[in-house]
């Protein structure tokens, strides 16, 4: 008997790659979340048309109308409810939410942030990191926290940084690992094998195998 798949929210502002690749692993069978939802703040990203010619519906809260982030969220939260989403993934989606919102899905929301954290939180992370001249550079799959960039780290790729890179193609290269981990981080958490408990993420050693850390 198969296990229920956990239905997925996926919130976009953008071109939505990293949301193409989750709804690519999704199309098997044996992966234990369905994408059900593509949701995003602005009516001209990108990634709403591919969404919606995968057959999967989409839906734009368009934070300009809102008041206050309080009624945005409380928006975003509705539309949630009304899809019975059961985990929400972050995939390019450059809003905040209120502290309230986050700690209401706390555990059941995931985002992908292009730098090794806690190295590069926050806006321009290759410039970053091109700047502090790191060898070593890559993405991260974390629980959201209210803090931003700061929750419990699912998964990490790395990447190298190149003689001759600037941003475009090093994040080139991060983008290429995103489209690997992050449909490999929201299989470990929606099957459980990777669980947020007192504030950290345990990995079953299944998961511990599948990441390549050895058990
Ligand atoms: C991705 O690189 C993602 O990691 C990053 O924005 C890009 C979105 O691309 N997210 C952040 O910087 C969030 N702090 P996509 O729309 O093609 O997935």
């Known amino acids: 008997m198969s296990i229920a798949r956990r239905r997925v929210a996926i919130l976009i502002s953008g071109r939505g790659s990293n949301m193409a690749s989750l ?12 994408i059900t939802l593509v949701l995003s703040n602005r009516p001209d990203a990108a990634g709403l048309a591919r969404a919606a010619e995968a057959g999967i519906a989409t839906q734009v809260v368009d934070h300009t109308t809102f008041l206050d982030r309080v009624a945005f969220d409380a928006a975003i939260g509705r539309s949630l409810g009304d899809h019975a989403i059961d985990l929400v993934c972050l995939a390019g989606f450059m809003r905040i939410f209120t502290d309230a919102f ?60 190149m003689a001759g890179d600037d941003e475009a193609a090093l994040a080139g290269r991060v983008l290429a690992e995103e489209h690997r981990l992050y449909p490999l981080g929201l299989r470990l958490v929606a099957e459980g094998a990777a669980r947020l408990e007192a504030g950290r993420t345990v990995l079953t050693s299944g998961a511990r195998t599948a990441l390549g850390l050895g058990v």
């Open 23 to 34: 709804i690519e692993a999704a199309r098997d069978p044996t992966y234990p979340a369905a």
């Open 102 to 161: 986050v700690t209401g899905w706390q555990g059941r929301m995931l985002n992908i942030h292009p730098s090794l954290l806690p190295a590069f939180k926050g806006l321009h992370p290759h410039a970053q990191a091109l700047a502090a001249g790191v060898r070593i550079h890559g993405c991260t799959v974390h629980y959201v926290v209210p803090e931003l960039d700061s929750g419990p780290i699912v998964a990490q790729a790395a990447v190298p940084v």
